[in-house]
Each structure stands twice: as structure tokens, then as C-alpha cells.
């Protein structure tokens, strides 16, 4: 950990109104007092504005967890960054893996989601991370270096570093299996040095790159206490709030 941690959530498709508002009414009370480190999560696109307003004024800030990059027009469906920040949430999750391997997400649609992201003023988290076969195949360097340069294509240095990375190995996502700490900060390693060959050793090293891949209360201390691991972005231990407030509360 170099840096101001990040520790947030992703709820994917669950909660509704009443346990999601019963969720962070705890994590409000449980996290007070947390002064050191930031507090963020992505809800749902139908959570936004109730939530957002229950948190708004505290420490626990509050994302969505995807977006198309028109601001408005003839997109069924989608939901544009003009509409999020009218919610009062201020940060969007982008290229989550499940976006990228579920929906088909591409890097080419994933930058321009980050640009318009930027010029709208809203703060993005840009997922990257490996296949299982991937890694086996001795392919996770040139994997990050795709997402990460497709992802940053066109970014200025003053864009970039407002940026958060969050690097989730596909193969960790909801499995229980984590990347061990040493692997997880191997790769931060390597995604921050393709940042500093596209930008510079300072703007790479200010970055925070978050981990994610089924973040415990049981695993949290040992991968933050990396020197490349700046946070973590904790899925199913995100909807709990006990479990969530102990990897917020890491040591
Ligand atoms: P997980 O999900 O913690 O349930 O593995 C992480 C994520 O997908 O962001």
C-alpha cells in the first residue's frame, strides 16, 4: 500500500430499495469514524438516487457500474453520464469484466466510455485483468497491456491521473479464488509500468490500482500490505455490511 487507500464495492444485479438503503445506513454508522482511507460503491442504475442521497454529506461515496458515452439521444436502454451525476452519484465503474466478457464489451468502446466519463467530470474506475487461460498461457503482461493501453488510447497525462485502475483477474471473480498477494502486486507492478511507458514514472506512481477477485474480510490485510495495491474492489463481501465495513477497516 503506497498511497490514500481506495476500498469499494461493486453490488452487481443485487439489492433492492429497502435492503440497499438498510445496507448503508450500517456502513454510515460502521464507517464514521474511517478517516485514513476512501469508501466508494457502485449500485444499481435503479439504487443511484435514493442512495446517493442518503450518503450524500458523509465518507461513503457512490459509483455506477457502467454507462454509454452519448450524453443523450436514441440509445434504449442505456443511461448516459449526464444521467448519473443527476442522481448525485459522482463515479462510474468501467469495463468490469463481466461487461467486457458477458456483453461483449470491447477496449474500443470501453475508451471512449473513459473519455466521455472525464469530460463529463465524473471519476472513473477502468477494470483490466486476465482469462484463466490466459494466464496459463503466459499472457497476462501482453493482456494488460492491451486493455490498458486500448483503455487509455487518446487519454491526456491530466486525464489519466484521474483515473483509478482496478485489476481483477477474470479467473478470481466470484470463484473464492484470489490471486495471491504477491501475484496480485506482480501484476499491479507490471500495469503500472505500461502506464509509465505511455505517460511517466510520476503520473504512473500517483495512480491507485485497486484489486478485486473474491476479496474476503480473511484475505484483505494480506493484499493490502503490497506496495502496488492501493485498495480493493470487493463484489459478493460488498453486501454485507459487517463483512464490508472489516475490508474497509483492513490492517
Ligand atoms: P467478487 O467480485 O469479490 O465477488 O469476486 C469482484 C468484482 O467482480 O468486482
Redesign the pocket.
Known sequence: MAKRPLMSG?W?MYMNTASGLDLVKSLKANCGDVKDRDILIFVPFTLLAPIAKELDGTNVWVGAQNMYFEKEGAFTGEISPLQILDTGAKWVLLG???RRHVFGETNDLINKKLKSALAHGLKPVLCVGELLEEREGGKIEEVLKTQTKGGFKELSKEDAAKVVI?Y?PVW????GKTASPEDADEAHKIIREILASIYDQGTADNMRILY????KPDNVDGLMAKPNIDGS?????SLKADGFTRIVKFQ
Do not use: D, Q, Y
Not at 172 to 175: K, R
Not at 212 to 215: L, M, P
Open positions: 461493486n452487481k468490469h469484466s463481466e482496478a481483477e478470481a471473480i466470484g470463484t478485486g477477485g473474491s476479496v474492489l470487493v463484489g459478493g463481501a
